[in-house]
Protein backbone atom coordinates (compact mmCIF):
# COMPACT_ATOMS: atom_id res chain seq x y z
CA UNK A 1 0.00 0.00 0.00
CA UNK A 2 1.28 3.25 -0.59
CA UNK A 3 2.06 6.05 1.35
CA UNK A 4 0.08 9.04 -0.01
CA UNK A 5 1.97 11.58 1.52
CA UNK A 6 5.31 10.56 0.71
CA UNK A 7 4.37 9.74 -2.95
CA UNK A 8 3.17 13.60 -3.28
CA UNK A 9 6.84 14.10 -1.49
CA UNK A 10 8.45 12.24 -3.78
CA UNK A 11 6.59 13.28 -7.10
CA UNK A 12 7.11 17.35 -5.58
CA UNK A 13 10.62 16.95 -5.62
CA UNK A 14 11.02 14.86 -8.70
CA UNK A 15 9.85 18.08 -10.85
CA UNK A 16 11.41 20.36 -8.74
CA UNK A 17 8.71 22.04 -7.06
CA UNK A 18 8.44 23.79 -3.99
CA UNK A 19 5.39 23.59 -2.23
CA UNK A 20 4.16 26.74 -2.84
CA UNK A 21 4.59 26.25 -6.10
CA UNK A 22 2.87 22.43 -5.81
CA UNK A 23 -0.06 24.60 -4.00
CA UNK A 24 -0.29 26.68 -7.05
CA UNK A 25 -0.84 24.10 -9.39
CA UNK A 26 -3.19 22.47 -7.40
CA UNK A 27 -5.05 25.03 -6.39
CA UNK A 28 -5.08 24.33 -2.45
CA UNK A 29 -3.83 26.56 0.15
CA UNK A 30 -0.38 25.92 0.82
CA UNK A 31 -1.33 26.22 4.51
CA UNK A 32 -3.51 22.82 4.17
CA UNK A 33 -0.50 20.79 2.26
CA UNK A 34 1.66 22.04 5.39
CA UNK A 35 -0.74 20.71 7.69
CA UNK A 36 -1.17 17.31 5.98
CA UNK A 37 2.33 16.84 6.86
CA UNK A 38 2.99 18.40 10.26
CA UNK A 39 -0.32 16.69 11.61
CA UNK A 40 0.39 13.31 9.22
CA UNK A 41 -3.16 13.32 7.71
CA UNK A 42 -4.40 12.28 4.14
CA UNK A 43 -5.92 14.90 1.84
CA UNK A 44 -9.60 14.96 1.10
CA UNK A 45 -10.79 12.93 -1.94
CA UNK A 46 -11.15 15.93 -4.01
CA UNK A 47 -7.52 17.69 -2.77
CA UNK A 48 -6.15 14.29 -4.02
CA UNK A 49 -8.04 14.85 -7.15
CA UNK A 50 -6.53 18.60 -7.21
CA UNK A 51 -3.02 17.28 -6.80
CA UNK A 52 -3.35 14.22 -8.99
CA UNK A 53 -3.98 17.42 -11.74
CA UNK A 54 -1.46 19.21 -10.66
CA UNK A 55 1.28 17.00 -11.30
CA UNK A 56 -0.85 15.70 -14.64
CA UNK A 57 -1.77 12.46 -13.66
CA UNK A 58 -4.97 10.07 -13.16
CA UNK A 59 -6.25 9.40 -9.42
CA UNK A 60 -4.76 5.26 -11.13
CA UNK A 61 -1.83 6.57 -11.97
CA UNK A 62 -1.10 8.28 -8.72
CA UNK A 63 -1.97 5.19 -6.51
CA UNK A 64 -0.25 3.09 -9.16
CA UNK A 65 2.45 0.59 -7.03
CA UNK A 66 4.29 0.05 -10.18
CA UNK A 67 5.70 3.79 -11.08
CA UNK A 68 6.16 2.89 -14.47
CA UNK A 69 2.77 3.02 -14.89
CA UNK A 70 2.31 6.39 -12.89
CA UNK A 71 4.11 8.57 -15.07
CA UNK A 72 2.93 9.25 -19.14
CA UNK A 73 4.80 10.85 -21.56
CA UNK A 74 3.90 14.23 -23.67
CA UNK A 75 2.82 12.26 -26.67
CA UNK A 76 0.94 9.39 -24.55
CA UNK A 77 -0.92 12.59 -22.45
CA UNK A 78 -1.81 14.50 -25.96
CA UNK A 79 -3.07 11.41 -27.77
CA UNK A 80 -5.17 10.70 -24.38
CA UNK A 81 -6.16 14.42 -24.70
CA UNK A 82 -7.44 13.45 -28.38
CA UNK A 83 -8.48 10.34 -27.82
CA UNK A 84 -11.40 12.18 -25.23
CA UNK A 85 -12.60 14.43 -28.67
CA UNK A 86 -13.54 11.47 -30.24
CA UNK A 87 -16.91 9.92 -31.14
CA UNK A 88 -17.67 6.33 -30.28
CA UNK A 89 -17.53 5.57 -34.42
CA UNK A 90 -14.36 7.04 -34.46
CA UNK A 91 -12.99 5.04 -31.50
CA UNK A 92 -14.03 1.99 -32.57
CA UNK A 93 -12.26 2.52 -36.32
CA UNK A 94 -8.94 3.87 -34.32
CA UNK A 95 -8.80 0.42 -32.06
CA UNK A 96 -9.51 -1.50 -35.29
CA UNK A 97 -6.76 0.32 -37.27
CA UNK A 98 -4.23 -0.10 -34.12
CA UNK A 99 -4.89 -3.92 -33.84
CA UNK A 100 -4.36 -4.31 -37.30
CA UNK A 101 -0.99 -2.74 -37.25
CA UNK A 102 1.65 -5.53 -36.71
CA UNK A 103 3.66 -3.87 -33.19
CA UNK A 104 5.50 -7.43 -31.99
Same mark, same amino acid.
Given at each position: =?? #?????????? @?????? /????? %??? @???????????? &? &? !??? $? %?? $?? @? &??????? =?? !? *???? *? /???? !? *???????? &??? #???????????? *??? /?? !? @? $?????
Amino acid at each position: =MI #DILERIEKLQ @ESRGWT /EYQLA %LRA @EIPQSTISSWRR &K &K !MLP $S %LL $SL @E &KICNAFD =MT !M *AQFL *A /EDSA !M *AEITPDQR &KLL #DRWELLSAVQKK *AFL /EL !M @E $SVNCR
